[in-house]
């Protein structure tokens, strides 16, 4: 029973605004869920790479990776947000407070009347995703910065700088992956600065009266130092990478050359130099009000950059290196030498000029030299694989490294050379008929048998003699354990293993003797991750996109 008054409200909703609450509902939950779907994704990247470092217990490795990923994101992430937060504050806060009021100025009140009321936010949100943008680039640089941190001494100087080589190899690409961070962030804070201004109303395109108020002029002034104080730093370094560049007025060579010695450096002394005075001229123009002179200043530096930095190098190259290469390039030859010795660890041999002769060896000498002669390869690794795939493939799902290993074994009381290779799965010579998730994951798991040849004999018929191969192996050199789960070219993962007292359902090796043509086998090592928990079987599942 109801009873209705007159004039009583109706609580009823109606069907507007029910869609509305409804919706209203509807857009949070699908943000949640997304957010919930992409950190699961996200935390099965890491906890998978964490589990397969335990199983081969180098958990450090990957911790050591993630803490320092996470600690660069932070950092410059941080950096970056926090100094586009500043510099948009600051133009804000620097912003005239009456404009006079011209088209151009109307124009814009509508857009300020638009952005003021979510200013803030914008701001913040703007700044966070610049900041996670940089935090993820700075996190990939998670190897040069660990070099960096953790650099030690070569105990070599070189030659030009008298610097330890240690700072060429581990401190000065960092330093210059830091210089180019600081670039990007400049760039962006100048953007933002310029942007602010305009809007509210710091900077003017009108053709008459001042295009920027004294607070505009001070901002963008100093951002402009900023840009080219960092300028004349990474002039600075630019010095010292000229040490490692392989590509330079002088093709194939890598290091100073004499060009570099007597036309570059200078050059990026001089530009450094230069650099630093505009910026100088940019801090005074933020106290003063006189464009005409930094810009001028910046005129001339560009000239300059061209001048000396460019036409200057080529000239030198041209007209001192060119005619008289090898002389004016001796010395830096010389250096260039003396460092690959060093490389190479081979600074200390003694060099003895052999003296050859073309005469024929007579046949004492030759008998002498059987010892010598009968270890000349026959076989060479890099084409003979064709042939062992022809011989020894067995299956189609089998095949060797298009390259194979050379080695050396004691057979028969002698050290013999030999031409080996690892009979792997491939996967790509099963059937299209038979290519399906069982198969590929939990049949076809591992490669079978080692296959070696002596590499400085030969059958009669011309094929390599083999000591070790066929499947069951036969031959004087036996594995122990002749499976192969972990290859070169294994497939990306496979489900290995069974609850004891189940049939086997790995293929190990075909067998014509066998009623199912195969002999079947199951996992028994303590290699790979654990499979036996839901949790672990659907976090690789969602790893794989596989089930």
Known sequence: MSFNFPGARDRSSSPTEERRRRGGVLIPTIVILGVIVVGFVIFTGFYTDLLWFQSVDKASVFTTQLVTKALLFVVFGGFMTAVLLLVMWWA??????????????????????????????????????????????????????????????????????????????????????????????????????????????????????????????????????????????????????????????????????????????????ILTFVAVIVGLLFVFNAFRRAWVIPLIGL?????????????????????????????????????????????????????????????????????????????????????????????????????????????????????????????EINLNGISEGQRNWTNDRTVYTHGYGFVAAYDNTAQTTGQPDFFASNIPPTGALQAKQPRVYFGENSPTYSIVGAPEGQAPVELDYPDDASPTGQKNYTYEGSGGVAMGSFFNRLLFATKFQDS
Do not use: C
């Not at 402009?224 to 600075?236: E, G, H």
């Open 92 to 269: 804000w806060k620097s912003r005239p407070e009456f404009r006079a009021m011209t088209p151009e100025q109307a124009s814009l009140d509508r857009y300020r009347e638009a952005v003021d009321p979510y200013r803030g936010r914008l701001a913040i949100a703007l700044a966070v995703v610049m900041g996670l943008f940089a935090g993820l680039a700075a996190s990939s640089e998670w190897d040069t910065y660990l070099q960096f941190r953790n650099s030690t001494d070569f105990g070599i100087t070189d030659p030009q700088f008298g610097m330890d080589l240690s700072f060429f190899t581990f401190i000065l690409p960092f330093v210059q992956y830091i210089l180019g961070f600081g670039f990007a962030v400049l760039a962006l804070a100048f953007i933002a600065a310029v942007v602010v201004q305009y809007l509210y109303g710091g900077l003017r395109l009108q053709p008459k009266g001042d295009r920027a108020t004294p607070g505009a002029q001070t901002q963008i002034s100093i951002l402009i130092a900023l840009v080219l104080f960092l300028k004349a730093a990474s002039y600075w370094f630019d010095r010292f990478a000229l040490d490692t560049q392989s590509q330079s007025l002088v093709v194939g060579f890598t290091g100073l050359k004499y060009t570099d010695v007597h036309a570059v450096l200078p050059s990026l002394n």
């Open 299 to 423: 005129g001339l530096m560009v000239l300059t950059g061209v001048v000396v930095g460019v036409l200057y190098p080529l000239f030198v190259q041209q007209f001192q290196v060119r005619p008289s290469e090898l002389v004016k390039e001796q010395p830096y030859i010389a250096r260039n030498i003396e460092a690959t010795r060093a490389a190479y660890d081979v600074a200390s041999a003694e060099v003895t000029d052999y003296p050859g002769t073309v005469a024929p060896p007579t046949a004492k000498v030759l008998a002498a030299s059987q010892g010598t002669l009968s270890n000349i390869r026959l076989l060479d690794p890099a084409v003979v694989s064709p042939t062992y795939n022809q011989l020894q493939q067995i299956r189609g799902y089998y095949s060797f490294n298009d390259t194979l290993d050379i080695d050396r074994y004691s057979l028969d009381k002698s050290t013999r050379g030999a031409v080996v290779a690892v009979r």
